[in-house]
């Protein structure tokens, strides 16, 4: 599969060596331009690419930067590009790091937000787990425990190909619904960065509550960062289990 991804961070860059490694064909860009694009591109095993050239020829374009980065990308970013082509966005809204986006901050869905900046679909996917899990949590397909990820979106047949990505980068994929019901693993959720299996992932889906999710986000942000020193990746997954006592693993 032909796939280009903007944003070479800790979930794009992840993102594009994992596709690397199985085969697909990748292409990238960030923020960058010339020779740390492409020592950056060259690192994932993938092709630097302009931001008008990552979204040319390819089936699926996965959109990985920060939520405030997303209106400054070209405006008519996707006018040529068909409509038969996949976007997936990654994002996770953050309003220390991403600013006040006051329709976000009044309930609207992170990614329905992210569809209309755009101006067309996307799904939401390699959204609800850490860079570390996505790095090395991976496991091949029907191991027993495998981590799952939701995703979503309103278009069966793209969810059903972004599912062979999931699957391909070492996980399950769990169907969460519409785009609309994505704030199902929106940060401050039970499904959110919680490392659960695809079981377990259902129920959270399920358990969540929207109007509480912004309040658990703060909360858990506020709560990692006063610690003395950056928690461990075991330890922030296990804090933001026990935020929602009715997850299992704790
Ligand atoms: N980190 C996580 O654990 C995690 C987990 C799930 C989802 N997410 C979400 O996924 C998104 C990406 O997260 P991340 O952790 O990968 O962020 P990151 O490490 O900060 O990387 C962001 C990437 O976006 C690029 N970028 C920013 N503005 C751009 C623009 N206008 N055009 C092209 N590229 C641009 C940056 O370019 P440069 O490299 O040139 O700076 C960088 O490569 C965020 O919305 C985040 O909330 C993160």
Redesign the pocket.
């Known amino acids: 599969m032909k796939i280009g991804i ?8 992840t993102i594009a060596k994992k596709m690397v490694a199985s085969g697909h064909n990748v292409k990238v ?4 331009q010339g020779e ?1 694009l492409n020592a ?1 591109a060259l690192e994932l095993g993938a092709s630097p690419a302009t ?1 008008e050239n990552v979204v040319k020829d390819v089936d699926v374009i996965i959109l ?4 405030v ?1 997303i209106p ?2 070209p405006k008519d970013l996707f006018a040529k590009v068909p409509e038969n082509v996949i976007v997936v966005d ?3 809204y ?1 309003p220390f790091r991403d600013a006040d986006i006051d329709e976000i901050k009044n309930g609207k869905v992170e990614s329905v937000w992210v569809s209309e900046q755009l101006g067309r679909p996307v799904i939401k996917a ?7 899990t ?1 790095e090395n949590g991976g496991k091949k397909t029907a191991t027993e425990n495998r981590i799952a990820m939701a995703v979503a979106g309103d278009d069966e047949e793209a969810k059903k190909v972004i599912t062979g990505l999931i699957n391909d980068a070492g996980f399950d994929a769990v169907d969460s619904g519409n785009l609309s019901e994505s704030w199902r693993h929106q940060p401050g959720t039970p499904a959110y ?1 919680t490392e659960l299996n695809a079981e377990e992932l259902k129920q959270a889906l399920s358990d969540g509550i929207k109007e509480k999710a912004p309040s658990l986000r703060d909360k858990a942000i506020a709560a990692l960062s006063s610690l003395p020193s950056y928690p461990s990746h075991p330890d922030i997954v296990k804090y933001n289990r026990r935020l929602f006592q009715k997850n299992s693993n704790t």
């Open positions: 903007i944003g070479t961070g800790a979930i794009g860059g860009n960030n923020s960058k740390k950056r931001i990985s930067v920060p939520t980065a400054t990308l990654t994002s996770n953050y390699f959204n609800n787990l850490l860079a570390e996505l960065c």
